[in-house]
């Protein structure tokens, strides 16, 4: 296990003419679940490939436990990774799968030790019995499952990546998998990057997650700090489905106004669908007018549906359980709202 | 039952559909492999004349210390052939450049002797193995060897092997690369944060996929070499004495130079029966041991 630490990394691909990754730094704590969330072209497969030293940052250092594996070969930073599809070596068996990394360097090891390591990994997963079947002839999740027990079956393994692992699996086993994927970590204590565009994943998933967008990181926090406070504009919509509703200043009624002035001297206001209420129009309240509803589903025996509102030229989402018609005008009271200023947030909202 | 009645009737049309490739298939294979069959049960004297032999000729042909000579000759060639090119296709495809301009021209080179015509091989060896005009001969005379392929056996037997070597090599390593392409740039990644070595990147990730690619290069090759006639034919003519006389060269002295055409056809059924029997051993071996796994 090790503690993972990006200084000041930054990386330009040969011949092209931005950066694919601006300076960056990073602090991942031992043990931790760590998540790399970002749309596609972000920048983390970059990033991954540096952690996995597949490429040397143009500049800036990497550290683990302190020490810096810069310039090592992926093969001697102790490292595993975990693929979009499952990589097996198809011409052995589930066990000689599982056993294979601890064969290749450690010749130390004896085989009674290599055994019990590739049982416990098995157990781990609850692939024991499928350890003496051909890697060709098992499922795709039971393939991504040993794909998985390679690259934590090395006892010495500081960092495990994980590159949308879930992409190849089917969506109904998917929760397992993350599950099993989710206890190992915590039951194994060991380190592990996790990298998707999916939300739900990484917020699952992960004690910690960084946004990424066009190289840069713009915020890390915890799922929920994350998710409730965005630290710019773009978490806050990239977050949530749908995300987060913005509105400019001056579409709220002034004695709003005044209030949110004050913390931070914002332009533009954000808040989440679920942290505002529905109630009868008023002049105290941002007022809008209902244009589509969406059902959710049921709570507590009423239906909650996502509401679509105009207030002016934009349209918000508010989440209710309170029934509506087209046209009606109702108002919106936040419980939560976040200030933005070009985009990054302003004020001080808790703790991050 | 009256409506399946019917039905079938109507489906007994569908033969009349087929009929046509029937024929076609009759008329350029199934019947002229049949004559072979034919003749080789009989001794044919003249175009009126001939008794029927049975199995007389497959006997014969099976004892004849010629036969068994060129047989074994062309097991050797063969063996020797599939020994070399196969690594050394591998070993070109490994080392080529998969993107760029410079991979296209290597593609384009490896291809050309591909595209050259049999006896034109043959002759661009004979020419140039010679030892008193051609370039390799006169070269390897002037090094120090004393190099004839026309009078030592052992040079006849190397000449031929480099020239189906030159020959042929390109087309493992062109299967071997179109192989190669498919393997997922992942697989090498896992494979080195594995710390896996070099031999075992090739072992464990490269050659299970190279699999499907190589089985019908061995297959080709195999066949090809077994088959070999013109090269052989132009560059060294069977000899010196019978050294470089393959089993299709003795078959186009006997049926044509000889017309012994009782005994040639005897000789061509056993051959292709050979053939046929080690594609398949080397086929149902390799998918058996795929099943294993």
């Given at each position: 296990?090790?503690r993972?630490?990006?200084h000041?990394i930054?990386?330009?691909y040969?011949?092209?003419?931005?950066p694919?990754?601006?300076?960056?730094?990073?602090?991942?704590?031992?043990?931790?679940?760590?998540s790399?969330?970002g749309?596609?072209?972000?920048g983390?497969?970059t990033?991954?490939?540096?952690?996995?030293?597949?490429?040397?940052?143009t500049?800036?250092?990497v550290?683990?436990?302190?020490?810096?594996?810069?310039?090592?070969?992926?093969?001697d930073?102790h490292?595993?990774?975990?693929?979009?599809?499952?990589?097996?070596?198809?011409?052995?068996?589930?066990?000689?799968?599982?056993?294979f990394?601890?064969?290749t360097?450690?010749?130390?090891m004896?085989?009674a030790?290599?055994?019990?390591?590739?049982?416990?990994?098995?157990r781990?997963?609850?692939?024991e019995?499928?350890?003496?079947?051909s890697?060709?002839?098992?499922?795709?999740?039971?393939?991504q499952?040993?794909?998985i027990?390679?690259?934590?079956?090395?006892p010495?393994?500081?960092?495990?990546?994980?590159?949308?692992?879930?992409?190849?699996?089917e969506?109904?086993?998917?929760?397992?998998?993350?599950?099993?994927?989710k206890?190992?970590?915590?039951e194994?204590?060991?380190?592990?990057?996790?990298?998707?565009?999916?939300?739900?994943?990484?917020l699952?998933?992960?004690?910690?997650?960084?946004?990424?967008a066009?190289?840069?990181?713009?915020?890390?926090?915890?799922?929920?700090?994350?998710y409730?406070?965005p630290?710019?504009?773009?978490v806050?919509h990239?977050?949530?489905?749908?995300?987060m509703?913005f509105?400019?200043?001056?579409?709220?009624p002034r004695?709003?106004?005044?209030?949110?002035s004050?913390?931070?001297d914002p332009?533009?206001?954000?808040?989440?669908?679920?942290?505002?209420?529905?109630?009868?129009?008023?002049?105290?309240?941002?007022?809008?007018?209902?244009d589509?509803?969406?059902i959710?589903?049921?709570a507590?025996?009423r239906?909650?549906?996502?509401?679509?509102?105009?207030?002016?030229?934009?349209?918000?989402f508010v989440?209710?359980p309170?029934?509506?018609?087209?046209?009606?005008?109702?108002?919106?009271?936040l419980n939560?709202?976040v200030?933005?200023?070009?985009?990054?947030?302003?004020g001080?909202?808790?703790?991050? | 039952?009256?409506?399946?009645?019917q039905?079938?009737?109507?489906?007994?049309?569908?033969?009349?559909g087929?009929l046509?490739?029937?024929l076609?298939?009759?008329?350029?294979g199934v019947?002229?492999?049949?004559t072979?069959?034919?003749?080789?049960?009989?001794?044919?004297?003249?175009?009126?004349?001939?008794?029927?032999?049975?199995?007389?000729?497959y006997r014969?042909?099976?004892?004849?210390?010629?036969?068994?000579d060129a047989f074994?000759?062309?097991?050797g060639?063969?063996?020797?052939?599939?020994?070399?090119?196969i690594?050394?296709?591998?070993?070109?495809?490994?080392?080529?450049?998969?993107?760029?301009?410079?991979?296209?021209?290597?593609?384009?080179?490896?291809a050309?002797?591909?595209?050259?015509?049999?006896n034109?091989?043959g002759?661009?060896?004979?020419?140039?193995?010679?030892?008193?005009i051609?370039?390799?001969?006169?070269?390897?005379?002037?090094?120090?060897?004393?190099f004839?392929?026309?009078?030592?056996p052992l040079?006849?037997?190397?000449?031929?092997?480099a020239?189906?070597?030159?020959?042929?090599?390109?087309?493992?390593?062109l299967?071997?690369f179109a192989?190669?392409?498919?393997?997922?740039?992942?697989c090498?990644?896992?494979?080195?944060?594995?710390?896996a070595?070099?031999?075992?990147?090739?072992?464990h990730?490269?050659?299970?996929?190279l699999?499907?690619?190589?089985?019908?290069?061995?297959l080709?090759?195999?066949?090809?070499?077994f088959?070999i006639?013109?090269?052989?034919?132009?560059?060294t003519?069977?000899?010196?004495?019978?050294?470089?006389?393959?089993?299709?060269?003795?078959?186009?002295?006997m049926a044509?130079?000889?017309?012994?055409?009782?005994?040639?056809?005897?000789?061509?059924?056993?051959?292709?029966?050979?053939i046929?029997?080690?594609?398949?051993l080397?086929?149902?071996?390799?998918?058996?041991?795929?099943?294993?796994?």
């Amino acid at each position: 296990m090790a503690r993972i630490r990006l200084h000041e990394i930054s990386f330009t691909y040969e011949g092209a003419s931005k950066p694919a990754l601006l300076p960056i730094s990073l602090d991942i704590n031992d043990g931790e679940a760590f998540s790399l969330l970002g749309a596609s072209g972000a920048g983390k497969t970059t990033l991954l490939n540096l952690l996995s030293g597949i490429l040397r940052p143009t500049k800036g250092r990497v550290f683990f436990d302190d020490v810096d594996v810069t310039e090592l070969p992926g093969r001697d930073r102790h490292l595993a990774q975990v693929f979009q599809f499952p990589v097996l070596y198809q011409s052995m068996n589930v066990a000689q799968n599982l056993s294979f990394p601890l064969k290749t360097r450690d010749a130390s090891m004896s085989h009674a030790d290599i055994h019990e390591r590739v049982i416990t990994i098995a157990r781990e997963l609850e692939i024991e019995s499928i350890l003496n079947r051909s890697a060709n002839a098992i499922s795709l999740f039971e393939k991504q499952l040993v794909a998985i027990g390679r690259a934590l079956v090395r006892p010495d393994v500081s960092l495990v990546l994980l590159d949308e692992p879930l992409t190849a699996v089917e969506p109904s086993i998917k929760w397992r998998l993350r599950q099993t994927l989710k206890r190992v970590q915590e039951e194994l204590g060991v380190t592990m990057i996790y990298v998707t565009h999916d939300q739900t994943e990484a917020l699952t998933f992960a004690e910690r997650v960084s946004v990424l967008a066009d190289g840069q990181i713009l915020q890390t926090g915890t799922p929920q700090a994350v998710y409730r406070n965005p630290a710019h504009q773009f978490v806050g919509h990239f977050l949530g489905s749908p995300g987060m509703n913005f509105l400019p200043l001056d579409a709220f009624p002034r004695s709003l106004r005044r209030t949110f002035s004050m913390d931070g001297d914002p332009d533009v206001i954000g808040f989440r669908p679920e942290s505002a209420q529905l109630t009868a129009p008023s002049p105290e309240l941002l007022v809008g007018k209902v244009d589509s509803q969406r059902i959710l589903g049921t709570a507590q025996g009423r239906v909650v549906s996502i509401y679509g509102l105009r207030c002016g030229k934009e349209q918000v989402f508010v989440r209710s359980p309170a029934s509506f018609a087209f046209g009606d005008e109702v108002g919106i009271a936040l419980n939560h709202s976040v200030g933005f200023r070009e985009a990054l947030r302003v004020g001080g909202d808790g703790p991050e | 039952m009256a409506a399946m009645a019917q039905n079938k009737t109507k489906d007994n049309r569908a033969w009349l559909g087929v009929l046509p490739v029937m024929l076609i298939v009759a008329f350029s294979g199934v019947i002229p492999l049949m004559t072979v069959v034919n003749y080789s049960v009989q001794d044919i004297l003249d175009f009126n004349t001939r008794f029927f032999v049975g199995f007389e000729w497959y006997r014969e042909t099976l004892t004849d210390p010629r036969f068994i000579d060129a047989f074994l000759r062309q097991l050797g060639f063969s063996a020797a052939v599939l020994a070399i090119e196969i690594p050394l296709g591998i070993l070109i495809a490994r080392g080529m450049p998969t993107q760029g301009l410079r991979a296209s021209l290597l593609l384009v080179l490896l291809a050309t002797p591909l595209l050259i015509p049999w006896n034109v091989v043959g002759t661009i060896w004979q020419i140039y193995a010679r030892s008193d005009i051609g370039l390799l001969g006169v070269t390897l005379n002037q090094l120090g060897f004393s190099f004839n392929y026309t009078a030592e056996p052992l040079h006849a037997w190397l000449t031929l092997l480099a020239m189906d070597i030159w020959h042929w090599t390109s087309l493992v390593a062109l299967l071997a690369f179109a192989g190669l392409t498919s393997v997922p740039a992942a697989c090498y990644q896992a494979a080195e944060l594995d710390g896996a070595s070099k031999w075992q990147v090739f072992r464990h990730v490269e050659l299970p996929r190279l699999k499907g690619v190589l089985v019908i290069a061995v297959l080709l090759r195999l066949m090809d070499s077994f088959m070999i006639y013109t090269e052989p034919f132009v560059l060294t003519g069977g000899g010196p004495g019978n050294t470089t006389t393959f089993l299709s060269q003795y078959l186009a002295t006997m049926a044509v130079g000889q017309f012994d055409l009782g005994p040639a056809a005897a000789f061509s059924v056993i051959y292709f029966l050979f053939i046929l029997l080690f594609s398949w051993l080397f086929y149902t071996s390799v998918m058996r041991s795929e099943e294993d796994s």
